[in-house]
């Protein structure tokens, strides 16, 4: 079977779990992953360095994307800023699409995926969390890599991300109207990664070209 140009579009808010699931959804299905929140980081981290976005982001290359210090919860706020930038977002679609594009299948993750980048993909999930659960979450994490935060920072920290989000008039975060929906306030990774691949499965299982 072929699986070139199928694409898996995850979106939902800060630290919800579309990462994890993308990750290892990709990795069982031998597709390529691109979290797109990377991109918004990368533009952000050069706006803090005193760039313009626009110029940031129609420059940006793949090896911008690598540096450790896009974790920090003062490039996310910076993210979410840029982020609400039309020229911004129009500079990074076309990489995206591309992405999507391309032989043997592709995850994306972010806030407009299903929406605007990829309406066509084939899978469409939105993965949310209780805000104060997607806190605790982002809070273990960066407390475990040794970065200086408090649980109440994180959280405000989230909830003003996601407002800012949500807000926007460009590509705001919302499910797509055929996006499958997944709490995972009280799953276990395991439980949501095979909820998510069985998903994926059943859509593939019904490709008419199956077995070619
Ligand atoms: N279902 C879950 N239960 C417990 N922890 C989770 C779950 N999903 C993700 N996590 C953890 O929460 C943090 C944020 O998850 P991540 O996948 O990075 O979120 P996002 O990509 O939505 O920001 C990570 O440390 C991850 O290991
Ligand atoms: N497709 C996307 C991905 C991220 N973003 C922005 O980039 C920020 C960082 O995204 P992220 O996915 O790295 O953040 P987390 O969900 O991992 O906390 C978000 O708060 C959004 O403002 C976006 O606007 N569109």
Redesign the pocket.
Known sequence: MTTNGFTVAID????????????AVAAHFGFAHL?T?LLYRAVAGKTLQGQSPAEAARALVPGDLEHDDLRRPSVAQEASRVAAIPEVRAALVDFQRSFAARAGGAVL?GRDIGTVICPQAQVKLF?T?DAEV?AE??Y??LA?KGMDVTPEEVLKDVLARDARDMGRADAPLKPATDAVRID?ST???A??VAEVAALIQGVLDRMPDKGA
């Open positions: 939902g808010p800060a630290a919800s779990g579309k990462g994890t699931i993308s990750k979290d929140g993750d993965v969390a997607r979450r982002r273990a994490e475990g995972t799953m276990a990774i439980d949501a």
